[in-house]
Structures are given as C-alpha cells and as structure tokens.
C-alpha cells in the first residue's frame, strides 16, 4: 500500500539557518510521483516541486533543494537559509502510476515550520 | 497565472443540513479531485472525477457524498445531512489531461473552502 511518512512534527529555525524536512515513502508500484506542498497560514496548497521515479537527479531552485533517493524511499526537501515568510506546512505527497491516469495523492502528515527571526 | 478557485472560503451549517461546495478547476484541465483536511490533520483524497463520472473514491466518500459538474467551468461537492464530523477545509484540485500512458500530472488545488459543523 502507498503510504508518505513525515516524521517531523514541527521544526522551529532561527532565519538563516538551513533545514532539512525529512520525507519517506512506500509503494509497491516502479513508476510514481512524488511532490512537495506548501501550505501557509492562509490555508491554501502550493504546489513547489514534482519528480518521477526515474529521475534521481537531485533539484535546486533558489534557497529550496530537494535530494531523492530511491534506495532509502527518501524525497527530502532543504530550504537554505531560510525565512520567515516560509513559515508554513510542508506536505510531501505520492501519486501512484495508474494505467487510466486516475493519480489520486496520499499526502504525508505534514511538517509544520517556524522560522523565527 | 490560471488558478483554481473555490467558493466559499468559510461556511458554517447546523448539522443535518446540506451544503454545497463550489469549484471552478483551471479551463483547459479534465480531471478533478476533492480532498478534505480536518484541522491539523493531512490532506485525505475523496474523490476523483473525469468525463463525467467518479473515476474513484475513498471510504470516507459514503452515500451522503456527491459530486457534480453542472455545466462546463464548475465542479461541486454536495455534502446531503453534514454530521459534525465533517467539519474540515475541502480542497478542490485539477489537473490537465496527461498525455496517454503517463500518470502523475500534477494537481492545482484551490484555497479550500473551510467547514465548519454545528
């Protein structure tokens, strides 16, 4: 069965400092997904990245970096010297690979970061 | 940038009685999610929905659940006799039509329209 673990409750930085939100997960399928969404205060989804299950290659984007590897079910996302104004939810979500393209996500419980200044 | 939009942001119904969540998906997007989110909780899929059909849906998806697309731009989640545990922020999303053999197309979620039971 699908299933995205994100064992980081709440992490709380001081700005500047790097942080590492951890994401793991389990699939019995070879082809899938794999996306990270922000959520701020105001509610709504953010969508920040999406990689595939054939693509290890790591990412960067700005300050936000993200490092996949198959060999531990890992999709762990890096925000470099962060701010406050990430302040907000982070969701790791899996979409499994169906022969109908029906992707419905199984999202992680989320991680829940405080910047303060 | 194209977004989706959901309406109401916030309602508040007295158990029992019906309510009707609105959301207008991205134009050129053919399929359609609902997930709902109770307060500190993850993000749970409900439904998915193309070409006019539930495609899927979840456990939580019970028969005073539905779904509708009433004409060509809305897309809505008709809750029949809400129970106050369906007090949750209900996310719409979309996603654009994936080329033939290839899954995981990523979805848009509105805002939410955030529940609230009593």
């Known amino acids: 069965a699908q299933k995205v673990t994100q064992a980081q409750t709440e992490i709380s930085v001081v700005e500047k400092e790097d942080v590492t939100l951890d994401c793991v997960y389990e699939t019995r399928d070879t082809t899938y997904y794999l996306f990270w969404y922000k959520q701020p205060p105001s509610g709504e989804l953010v969508f920040l990245i999406r990689r595939n299950s054939f693509d290890e290659q790591n990412e960067i984007s700005g300050r936000y970096s993200w490092n996949f590897q198959k060999s531990t079910s890992s999709f762990n996302f890096t925000i470099t010297a962060s701010q406050v104004v990430d302040s907000a939810v982070y969701f790791c979500a899996l979409s499994d690979h169906r022969l109908n393209n029906f992707n419905k996500f199984y999202f992680g419980s989320g991680t829940k970061l405080n910047v303060k200044p | 940038e194209p977004e989706v939009t959901q309406t109401p942001s916030h309602q508040v119904t007295q158990m029992g009685q019906e309510v009707i969540l609105r959301c207008v998906p991205i134009?050129?997007?053919?399929?359609f999610y609902w997930y709902r989110q109770i307060l500190g909780q993850k993000v749970e899929f409900l439904v998915s929905?193309?070409?006019?059909?539930?495609?899927?849906k979840s456990e939580i998806f019970d028969d005073q659940f539905s779904v509708e697309r009433p004409d060509g731009s809305n897309f809505t989640l008709k809750i029949r006799s809400t129970k106050l545990e369906d007090s949750a922020m209900y996310f719409c999303a979309s996603s654009e039509h994936p080329p033939s053999g290839r899954a995981g197309e990523t979805q848009y979620f509105g805002p939410g329209t955030r529940l609230l039971v009593l």
């Open positions: 929905f193309y070409n006019n059909e539930i495609s899927e």
């Open positions: 134009s050129n997007h053919l399929y």
